[in-house]
Nanobody, 123 residues
Framework: QVQLVESGGGSVQAGGSLRLSCVAS?????MAWFRQTPGKEREGVAF???????DYEDSVKGRFTISRDNAKTTLYLQMNNLKPEDTAMYYC????????????????????WGQGTQVTVSS
């Protein structure tokens, strides 16, 4: 089992920045950020594996940066130039087994989930 605890959400105006954090109870090979708004499916935002491989959903490329600390148990998401459409509940996810790279922004790939942290961007 892996416990994940997110923090760092909040309310900002468009163009602002937020940094999300997710602390895992142990090292896990894949960690990722997802987001969800009411009535919509959970959407992959970015993932980071232990080799340092990352990928991003197209709408956040160039604005969001995913990273992990040296101990590999804390995942970050630096979000810059936030837009109202980034408003969502953001979830941290983790996975300890290999999955094809093409699946790593799909929620079904992940085993463990945090409780989420709300991000609200006003125009």
């Amino acid at each position: 089992q892996v416990q994940l605890v997110e923090s760092g959400g909040g309310s900002v105006q468009a163009g602002g920045s937020l940094r999300l954090s997710c602390v895992a109870s142990r090292v896990v090979f894949y960690m990722a950020w997802f987001r969800q708004t009411p009535g919509k499916e959970r959407e992959g935002v970015a993932f980071f594996d232990l080799y340092g491989t990352t990928d991003y959903e197209d709408s956040v490329k160039g604005r969001f940066t995913i990273s992990r600390d040296n101990a590999k148990t804390t995942l970050y998401l630096q979000m810059n130039n936030l837009k109202p459409e980034d408003t969502a509940m953001y979830y941290c996810a983790a996975l300890g087994v290999w999955r094809p790279p093409s699946t790593l922004l799909q929620s079904l790939a992940y085993e463990y989930w945090g409780q989420g942290t709300q991000v609200t961007v006003s125009s």
